[in-house]
C-alpha cells in the first residue's frame, strides 16, 4: 500500500519527468552499457560489468519508488482549502519567540521539500507542529536540542 501524499502541478509534472527521464533515456544506457562490458570477456573477472549490473540495480529501484510515489500521488486544488488554518501547501510566517526571528516557509510534500525555496517538507519536525494552527497559535516543536516556540503570524495561499 503506497502513501498518499499530496502535490502541485508543479511537483506532480517534475516526477512524471524524471520518470520518463529514467524510463526513456538512462535505462537503455544502463543496458548498452552491460552490453558493452559483457562483450570485454569473463564476467567472472569483469569490474566493468559488476559495476554496470550495479548502476542499473540502482536505476530500477529509483523508477519503482518513483512509481510508488507517482501511485500514491494525489493532486491539490488549492483553491478549495481552508486558509484559517495550517495545511498542505500552506504558506506559514513564523516567528520565534526566543530571537524574534521572522520566518516564511511553505509546507510541501516530502519529494518537494527545497529550504533553500522556503518549501518545507510537511513531514518534518517544523511542518508537523505547524499542521492544523491557526493564526495566533503557538506551535511548540521538539527539535533534538529542546523545544521551540513559534507564533502563526500569518497563512496564506500562493
Not at 8 to 13: H, I, S
Not at 17 to 43: C, F, H, M, T, W
Amino acid at each position: 500500500m503506497s502513501k498518499v501524499s499530496y502535490y502541485t502541478a508543479e511537483g506532480l509534472k517534475k516526477l512524471r519527468e524524471e520518470l520518463n527521464q529514467l524510463k526513456d533515456v538512462e535505462r537503455p544506457k544502463a543496458s548498452q552499457a552491460i552490453a558493452e562490458a559483457r562483450d570485454k570477456g569473463d564476467l567472472s573477472e569483469n569490474a566493468e560489468y559488476d559495476a554496470a549490473k550495479e548502476a542499473q540495480g540502482m536505476l530500477e529501484m529509483r523508477i519503482s519508488k518513483l512509481e510508488e510515489t507517482l501511485a500514491g500521488a494525489r493532486l491539490i486544488d488549492e483553491s478549495q482549502l481552508d486558509t484559517s488554518k495550517v495545511l498542505v501547501h500552506s504558506t506559514v510566517k513564523i516567528k520565534n519567540q526566543t530571537n524574534g526571528a521572522m520566518m516564511t516557509y511553505k509546507l510541501v510534500a516530502q519529494s518537494e521539500a527545497d529550504l533553500k525555496t522556503g518549501k518545507i517538507s510537511v513531514d518534518s519536525p517544523i511542518g508537523k507542529g505547524l499542521l492544523g494552527k491557526k493564526v495566533g497559535d503557538t506551535a511548540e516543536i521538539q527539535v533534538p536540542n529542546g523545544t521551540m516556540k513559534f507564533d502563526i503570524i500569518e497563512i496564506t495561499r500562493e
